[in-house]
């Protein structure tokens, strides 16, 4: 999905993975719909703001081309391809080529809908170890990703300027806080960040939980208690504003665009509007408790190749899809959509162009994928009882210590 849509989206697509997640397909069964028209080939995508005229659709049209076939393009809403393509499936009218928001992959494949690279021979050797996790499951990798954005913290350095606060001195949770604490001494506002009950806040809490030492199969560990009552505890001080627990990651950023915070977690598609804004900005790593850079969650969709009848159209289907992940489409791709390419060399291309990305190159190699550790299914279920704790804590309702307690409880019985 298009970078500055990609947070609001990615909670309804899972979401809707959530509930539909135990739909089972025909595996095997599918025969193209289009397969009647001989050279063409379907591919749909969760871009539905690219039309006919877009950098995009050319693109993948050309590498249709390159392929000796015609590409019909379609892009929908995220929630709606999540939902179209289980249909799909089940139905056996597969599109040849699927680019999915990463945790909707597992899903997919649970469902049979999706041939791994062991069987399509899609090259991953290139990809990023963390970015490709996002789309294996039990051993098997069902794709390759096309580019990744992740989290990091936006600072405004007139506002720690002014605070006396030296941004090189931020390496922990500790120093930040420090930094937080000078901040609003000197009349400015600390941090802003999404922590409304929806996938949003779960996205932006997980690099301090991952931050924490703590992992999703234990919700209420001693490392998640701290990660949450580090939160809880700036709101408690004003460090944070308490919008945060209704903040989209959108409205977070108008918080930040005014210049009156600090800082402002967020993503790669929000390049732009900082510029827009006028903010004399930097970028820094979330860091971890113990002053290394913490891994937040991978963002990005990956290229899959669902499950045909006939199985010759893979050989074409695939080299449409190399053809969208070489490096030269890497770059031109993932420049378009404000994504940070999966492999070294598209990397270092983007950060010869331009220079502002190295740091968000950085982020994305600490980052890590939401449905990693083999959590597949299970991770939507697991997040919505993590968001909700976030809630709880926030609100005053529950003390970090009990909402994770009963996350963890609610969520054991709804992965059982």
Same mark, same amino acid.
């Given at each position: 999905?298009? *970078? ?11 979401? &809707? ?31 539905? =703001? ?16 390159? *392929? ?89 350095? &007139? ?18 806080? /420090? ?24 996205? =932006? ?8 030492? *703590? ?11 701290? /990660? ?13 504003? #308490?919008?945060?627990?209704? #903040? ?17 977690? #967020? ?117 919505? =009882? ?5 809630? #709880? ?16 409880? &609610?969520?054991? *019985?709804?992965?059982?």
């Amino acid at each position: 999905m298009i *970078a500055h849509k990609h947070a609001r989206l990615i909670g309804a697509a899972i979401l &809707a993975t959530a509930v539909i997640g135990g739909v089972s397909a025909c595996s095997g069964s599918g025969s193209n719909s289009t397969s009647s028209a001989g050279g063409t080939y379907a591919f749909w995508d969760p871009y539905p =703001q690219f039309d006919a005229s877009a950098d995009w659709t050319k693109l993948v049209e050309q590498c249709g081309t390159e *392929a000796g076939v015609t590409v019909k393009r379609t892009g929908y809403d995220t929630s709606d391809l999540t939902n179209k393509a289980l249909l799909a499936g089940q139905q056996g009218s597969s599109p040849d080529l699927l680019l999915v928001d990463n945790p909707v992959v597992s899903t997919l494949a649970e469902a049979g809908i999706l041939t791994s690279t062991s069987e399509n021979k899609l090259d991953t050797s290139d990809i990023q170890k963390n970015i490709l996790a996002a789309g294996q499951l039990d051993g098997k990798t069902y794709g390759v990703p096309i580019g990744a954005n992740t989290l990091a913290l936006y600072y405004n350095k &007139a506002v720690l300027s002014a605070a006396g606060v030296d941004v090189a001195s931020i390496t922990d949770w500790d120093s930040l806080t /420090a930094a937080l604490a000078k901040v609003t001494a000197a009349g400015k506002k600390g941090i802003t960040f999404s922590a409304i009950g929806t996938e949003e806040g779960s996205f =932006q809490f997980l690099p301090w939980f991952w931050g924490s030492g *703590a992992d999703l199969k234990h919700l209420d560990s001693a490392k998640a208690v701290q /990660a949450l009552t580090l939160w809880t505890d700036w709101v408690k001080k004003g460090y944070a504003p #308490n919008s945060v627990i209704n #903040n989209t990651q959108t409205t977070s950023w108008q918080e930040f665009a005014t210049g009156d915070y600090a800082f402002g977690e #967020n993503g790669t598609w929000q390049l732009g509007n900082v510029k827009k804004a006028g903010i004399d900005y930097g970028i820094l790593t979330i860091p971890a408790a113990d002053g290394s850079a913490a891994p937040a969650p991978t963002g990005g969709e990956f290229m899959t190749l669902p499950v045909q009848k006939d199985t010759a159209r893979y050989a074409t289907s695939k080299k449409i899809a190399d053809c969208l992940t070489s490096t030269k489409s890497f770059v031109k791709t993932d420049t378009t959509l404000s994504y940070i390419a999966p492999t070294e060399a598209a990397q270092k291309e983007q950060v010869a162009a331009n220079p502002e990305l190295k740091p968000w190159v950085d982020a994305v190699a600490a980052a890590k994928g939401r449905t990693s550790d083999n959590l597949g299914t299970k991770y939507p279920k697991i997040s919505q =009882q993590l968001w909700g704790a976030v809630q #709880n804590a926030l609100s005053g309702s529950q003390t970090p210590e009990a909402a994770l307690k009963t996350a963890q409880s &609610a969520a054991e *019985a709804a992965t059982k």
